[in-house]
């Protein structure tokens, strides 16, 4: 199977989705910001990415992961917005940033799993 990267500044977020995509047979690390993903050694096939982290946003970790390990697939991910900017507009945002698909949140495990599936071939 993958090995998936998950980063995103809810615990609980980063916990449940682990669990999702581990039951399906893949390698889970999980990082707390943008910054924390730079620690991150091994390439992942691919990263879900928050789009409000403190730190080092969605926006710019999205823009650091395909710098450094270009092909990786990336879902950016949302529940709200700030500073006057929605959901809609942070995944659009993400997909013009290069994110390869996005996914509103709370995710559906089904969801997750199809996209998972299809990004990775």
């Known amino acids: ?13 980063r916990e449940i989705t682990a669990e999702m995509l581990s039951q399906d047979g893949h390698t889970v690390d999980t990082a707390e910001n943008g910054l924390d993903a730079q620690r991150e050694l091994a390439r992942p096939d691919l990263a879900i990415v928050d789009m409000l982290m403190p730190e080092r946003d969605g926006i710019e ?28 507009l942070l995944l659009r945002t993400a997909e013009a ?25």
């Open 1 to 13: 199977m993958a090995h998936v990267l998950v980063i995103d500044d809810d615990p609980l977020f």
């Open 61 to 88: 970790t999205i823009g650091d992961l395909k710098r450094r390990w270009p092909g990786v697939k990336l879902v950016g991910v949302s529940s709200g917005g700030a500073r006057g900017l929605g959901p809609d």
């Open 97 to 121: 940033m290069g994110a390869d698909a996005t996914l509103p949140k709370p995710l559906q495990a089904d969801a997750l799993q199809a996209l998972v599936r299809q990004l990775l071939g």
